[in-house]
């Protein structure tokens, strides 16, 4: 149920915008593993991971927008 000034929303978008954080950090050990520095991996991964879900969050935004909903 979502409330008037749509906070169940901006909840789900902030959880997806962790998951995205967290595949990407996931990569990123993967790579660092891969190259032999973890920590530049991670950190990469991370910071990729929260443009991605930067990107879907707007895309998200923007088709619900349009829905007319």
């Known amino acids: 149920m979502t409330g008037e000034n749509g906070t169940h929303g901006k909840k789900i978008a902030h959880e997806t915008m962790g998951i995205w954080i967290g595949i990407g950090a996931g990569m990123g050990v993967a790579l660092g593993a891969i190259f032999g520095n973890i920590g530049v991996g991670v950190a990469i991964g991370a910071a990729l991971g ?8 707007s895309r998200t935004s ?8």
């Open 50 to 57: 929260a443009v991605i879900g930067a990107i879907e969050e």
């Open 62 to 69: 923007k088709r619900d927008a349009g829905s007319g909903s």
